[in-house]
């Protein structure tokens, strides 16, 4: 490639314009492409239940959704749970650490029906018969 000089002729301005436009567009994709990556993975919010409305219900969720149960004035973490098939969905332990409450809840894991039976520490308490229904 022959060197010109800067400005002097059309086919020195084209190969600059070219180089330019080629590098914005690479700036533009190095930009978009890690956006992207983030679009694809959809934020799926929680199903929010208070335990007393449980007792005999099926509550359906999507697989990565969470079921948080508000437990009104009981202990978050006097909770335990049985889940019959533990490939569809996990029991997560109530916690009060001292800087944050978090409640128990059910992650769905898989598509499937299993049922959930779940007692308090502080007796007294029917243990709570329910059914997770989970889909895509």
């Known amino acids: ?10 086919e020195c301005r084209l190969t600059g314009m070219k180089i330019l436009r080629v590098l914005a567009v690479t700036v533009a994709l ?14 799926i919010a929680p199903e929010t239940m208070d335990v007393n409305e449980l007792q005999g219900a099926t509550v359906e969720l ?9 437990t009104g004035s009981l202990a ?11 490939s569809i969905a996990e ?34 308490i029917q243990p709570l018969e329910f059914t997770v229904k989970v889909s895509k």
């Open 30 to 43: 190095l930009i978009a492409a890690p956006l992207t990556a983030c679009a694809t993975t959809p934020v």
């Open 91 to 124: 029991f997560v332990q109530g916690n009060d650490d001292g800087s944050a409450v978090f409640n128990p809840g059910i992650t769905a894991l898989k598509v499937g029906e299993t049922s959930v039976t779940m007692t308090n520490a502080q007796g007294g």
């Open 1 to 10: 490639m022959a060197k010109c000089l800067p400005l002097l002729s059309i």
């Open 76 to 86: 978050v973490d006097s909770y335990t749970a049985k889940i019959a098939d533990s």
């Open 62 to 70: 999507l697989v990565g959704q969470v079921l948080n149960m508000t």
